[in-house]
């Protein structure tokens, strides 16, 4: 029998996984969560910063990371100034403070270019978990295991599903530009 839930939850994932990607992207404004995305080479394994040390932001433009190992204070350092956020670590000791310094235009207009690739990403993803269900329907169809009126229905409800999730993602991605100009 066929199993819409399971594609409304791939779909919940998509959006999840985006989620985590907009909230990762700097604003000019500190926040832990910019950081999760970057992995460390420590201990012969990737590890994300949050692991290795403790991340705070004690005002609205700085986070500070308070590394437990002091061996590991170089690697992140070099993690931090690979990554794509364009912040300049600043090291004291076992301690890492991050200056965000604020958005000049430019960059709040390629952050906006940025939010919206992602954006599409997500629902190119929704989409093709939309055809496998589509795909899925059609050969439950073949093999009789369900009847015309039943795909039908089920394919319109996959579809309703479907628009959902896109309106949540293009929600999403107003708010997060809606942000970026407004800082």
């Excluded at 919940?12 to 985590?20: E, L, N, Q, R």
């Excluded at 990737?46 to 990371?65: D, H, K, L």
């Excluded at 039943?150 to 530009?177: P, R």
């Amino acid at each position: 029998m066929f199993d819409e839930k399971s594609y409304n939850m791939k779909m919940d994932k998509a959006i999840d996984v985006f989620s985590k990607e907009l909230s990762s992207l700097r604003t000019g404004r500190a926040n832990a969560s910019m950081l999760d995305l970057i992995k460390v080479d420590v201990y012969g394994q990737q590890m994300p910063i949050n692991q290795v040390g403790s991340i705070t932001t004690p005002e609205p433009r700085t986070i500070n990371i308070q590394i437990w190992d002091v061996n590991n204070v170089p690697m992140v350092d070099a993690a931090i100034k690979k990554s794509d956020l364009g912040l300049n670590p600043q090291i004291d000791g076992q301690m890492i403070r991050l200056p965000v310094p604020e958005l000049n235009e430019e960059r709040r207009i390629e952050l906006k270019k940025m939010i919206r690739s992602i954006g599409e990403k997500c629902k190119v993803t929704i989409r093709n978990i939309r055809r496998e269900a589509n795909e899925e329907l059609k050969k439950l169809l073949k093999s009789k295991e369900i009847g015309e009126d039943d795909e039908k229905s089920f394919e319109k409800n996959v579809q309703s599903i479907t628009d959902d999730h896109i309106k949540i993602v293009d929600g999403k991605v107003s708010l997060k530009e809606k942000e970026i100009m407004t800082i």
